[in-house]
């Protein structure tokens, strides 16, 4: 690693202090959260949970985190989430309360033995986020390997309840993104090299041509200057993807980045959370402001989480 810097507590706390921003105003409507725009950590809303209660996006990156501080293993990576499903590991507050229509579907095949690599949806119809907010983590443990590699890890974990390929390119243009955010702290830079980077890998592997060309409008470059009637932030993985590399490149801090995802409306924490994690990269754990921090469930879990990785990936 480059420096002493946490990024595991980058992006642990980057996901879940987004993840929480958004769940009191998850579903809520672009232009009802403009009436009352979020500007600080509230509770209650859509779940009546209290203020720092972070959902599945978090448990599932916390499920991913905490195998992988022992190894990457798919099989234990997948019955982790059926333990967070069924036996509320890693939940905020013991209760899980939000869960996605694939990610359900998929566990319950993972249960009923399906292997994890095709427990997930294949159709194009099962494009949701639910792969894309939870893969973050995995950016420790393919750093370092090469970009083929790279890929085929990403897919088969995207797979495990997302397993068509736009979620798969989804989620490697995002851990790509982060990937060099480790060693780059311009953002602009990083998105131009990704662009470059990605186009000319997607180009050379069998994925049609439609797949990738749903892709222009980052790969293009121009992302950031779109105005926000251009910016969609539902559940769909390609406007989650895209709403998060607009939020991190349209302002110039943690939280400015995350209240902007959330007060996008609709699927907020969500979109809070994939715009936290590249956020916490962007600019470390220490400028996300201390009272989020402190007021998030499970401080003293994530914390200790986070050197469990540091213990496993920074040997080198
Ligand atoms: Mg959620």
Same mark, same amino acid.
């Given at each position: 690693?480059?420096?002493?810097?946490?990024?595991?507590?980058?992006?642990?706390?980057?996901?879940?202090?987004?993840?929480?921003?958004?769940?009191?105003?998850?579903?809520?409507?672009?232009?009802?959260?403009?009436?009352?725009?979020?500007?600080?950590?509230?509770?209650?809303?859509?779940?009546?949970?209290?203020?720092?209660?972070?959902?599945?996006?978090?448990?599932?990156?916390?499920?991913?985190?905490?195998?992988?501080?022992?190894?990457?293993?798919?099989?234990?990576?997948?019955?982790?989430?059926?333990?967070?499903?069924?036996?509320?590991?890693?939940?905020?507050?013991?209760?899980?309360?939000?869960?996605?229509?694939?990610?359900?579907?998929?566990?319950?095949?993972?249960?009923?033995?399906?292997?994890?690599?095709?427990?997930?949806?294949?159709?194009?119809?099962?494009?949701?986020?639910?792969?894309?907010?939870?893969?973050?983590?995995?950016?420790?443990?393919?750093?370092?390997?090469?970009?083929?590699?790279?890929?085929?890890?990403?897919?088969?974990?995207?797979?495990?309840?997302?397993?068509?390929?736009?979620?798969?390119?989804?989620?490697?243009?995002?851990?790509?993104?982060?990937?060099? *955010?480790? =060693?780059? #702290?311009?953002?602009?830079? !990083?998105?131009?090299? %990704? /662009?470059?980077?990605?186009?000319?890998?997607?180009?050379?592997?069998?994925?049609?041509?439609?797949?990738?060309?749903?892709?222009?409008?980052?790969?293009?470059?121009?992302?950031?200057?779109?105005?926000?009637?251009?910016?969609?932030?539902?559940?769909?993985?390609?406007?989650?993807?895209?709403?998060?590399?607009?939020?991190? *490149?349209? =302002?110039? #801090?943690?939280?400015?980045? !995350?209240?902007?995802? %959330? /007060?996008?409306?609709?699927?907020?924490?969500?979109?809070?959370?994939?715009?936290?994690?590249?956020?916490?990269?962007?600019?470390?754990?220490?400028?996300?402001?201390?009272?989020?921090?402190?007021?998030?469930?499970?401080?003293?879990?994530?914390?200790?989480?986070?050197?469990?990785?540091?213990?496993?990936?920074?040997?080198?």
């Amino acid at each position: 690693m480059t420096n002493k810097r946490s990024y595991y507590k980058d992006v642990l706390f980057g996901v879940a202090v987004g993840d929480a921003l958004g769940v009191p105003v998850e579903f809520k409507t672009r232009s009802v959260i403009a009436q009352n725009p979020v500007t600080d950590m509230i509770g209650f809303g859509t779940y009546g949970q209290p203020p720092g209660t972070w959902s599945d996006d978090s448990s599932l990156t916390f499920c991913l985190a905490d195998v992988l501080a022992d190894g990457y293993d798919l099989q234990k990576i997948a019955n982790s989430f059926a333990e967070w499903l069924y036996d509320e590991q890693w939940t905020a507050r013991g209760e899980v309360f939000d869960v996605g229509i694939a990610t359900r579907a998929a566990i319950e095949r993972i249960v009923h033995k399906v292997r994890p690599d095709l427990a997930g949806g294949f159709d194009e119809s099962s494009n949701g986020n639910g792969s894309l907010m939870r893969i973050l983590p995995l950016l420790f443990y393919i750093k370092d390997k090469p970009v083929k590699e790279r890929f085929a890890i990403v897919k088969e974990v995207s797979s495990i309840t997302h397993g068509h390929v736009r979620s798969v390119i989804a989620c490697f243009y995002y851990l790509e993104f982060a990937l060099k *955010l480790l =060693t780059n #702290n311009d953002a602009i830079v !990083v998105y131009r090299e %990704v /662009n470059m980077e990605v186009a000319s890998f997607l180009k050379g592997t069998t994925i049609i041509h439609d797949e990738i060309a749903l892709f222009d409008r980052l790969l293009e470059g121009n992302i950031h200057e779109l105005p926000v009637n251009k910016i969609q932030s539902g559940g769909y993985v390609l406007n989650t993807l895209e709403a998060a590399i607009w939020c991190l *490149l349209t =302002t110039t #801090n943690y939280s400015e980045a !995350v209240l902007k995802a %959330v /007060n996008l409306g609709f699927d907020t924490d969500t979109t809070a959370a994939v715009t936290g994690g590249l956020a916490g990269l962007l600019y470390g754990f220490e400028r996300i402001p201390e009272h989020w921090v402190l007021i998030l469930a499970r401080k003293k879990d994530i914390d200790d989480l986070a050197k469990r990785l540091a213990d496993k990936y920074e040997r080198d």
